[in-house]
């Protein structure tokens, strides 16, 4: 039986998702299975939803679903709760399961590259990713973080999924990030250049980088670390690790070929 499965969102044209995913089905040998990418808005999901039929398997979810898909989904798994927003939708039996495969995503990025124990680390922008990054922060061991915003009151949201996951949370100004660097890992969830300005401090720092941008790449905060020698993970190998979580998901299958996927979206990087 044919299946589908779409990557949602607005704006979508530039998703890596369809690369990712139709790499796994191929490699899989999964030749009925189609994934495509929709231009959906918030307004736009729940008529979307309806329209779908039973050869529907899942669907990714990026800006700006992940919190209306909670609303309209069957069942919502814990972590999706916990985090609020789910980048998932998984389609069986006529019902919705929402979940979170973003924080998979880190937390395998992370692990893959020699980061998975961090003593400490300095979170820099206070949105939705920043809520994934506490709960992968939480899963590889710290009860503590900082957390670097432009404005702390802005903060509330991500310094509660914190909470909720047993990691306390302790909030400053993105004016302040020079002070607080030692630490063994910063997370940069910051879009486009909005971190340039901290390339120099978090460079002489010596902690390792995260930094989730992974077009253009690298960034000026990557090259910056990445000249003195330093580790750092870019925001692919989160992409990858959380569509591979996807497809195992969606699939029900636990042979997915990661490096496939890898390749694929390597060589749609390059190319673009």
């Given at each position: 039986m044919?299946r ?14 369809p ?10 040998g ?8 929709f ?30 898909a ?18 998932t939708?998984?389609l069986?039996?006529?019902?919705r ?20 124990a961090?003593a ?9 990713t ?7 922060l ?5 009860t503590?973080a ?22 306390e ?10 002070g ?26 010596r ?7 992974y ?33 195992a ?13 890898r ?10």
């Open positions: 044919a589908r499965a779409a990557v949602l969102g607005s704006p979508i044209t530039h998703s890596l998702s690369v990712l995913h139709r790499a796994a089905y191929a490699a899989m999964l030749d009925e299975w189609s994934y495509e990418a231009e959906v808005d918030e307004a736009g999901l729940a008529p979307f939803l309806d329209g779908l039929g039973g050869d529907w398997a899942g669907l990714s979810l990026t800006m700006p679903l992940k919190r209306e909670l609303k309209l989904a069957d069942s919502v798994s814990d972590l999706a709760a916990a985090v609020g927003g789910a980048n939708l998984l069986r039996d006529g019902r399961h929402a979940d979170n495969t973003d924080v998979h995503g880190i937390v395998a990025a992370l692990t893959e590259a020699g980061l998975g961090p400490s680390a300095l979170v820099l922008g206070g949105g939705a920043a809520a994934s990054a506490f709960a992968a939480a899963r590889l061991g710290l503590e900082g957390l670097a915003v432009r404005s702390p009151e802005r903060a509330a949201e991500a310094v509660e999924v914190g909470r909720r996951l047993g990691l949370v302790r909030v400053g100004t993105l004016a302040e990030v020079a607080r660097l030692d630490v063994d890992l910063v997370v940069s969830t910051l879009p486009g250049t909005a971190a340039d300005a901290f390339a120099g401090p978090v460079a002489a720092s902690a390792a980088l995260f930094d989730v941008v077009a253009p790449w690298p960034t000026t905060l990557a090259a910056a670390v990445a000249a003195r020698g330093g580790t750092v993970v870019g925001g692919f190998a989160m992409l990858l690790h959380q569509a591979v979580r996807q497809v998901l969606m699939t029900g299958r636990d042979d997915v070929p990661v490096e496939a996927m390749a694929a979206g390597e060589a749609e990087l390059s190319r673009r």
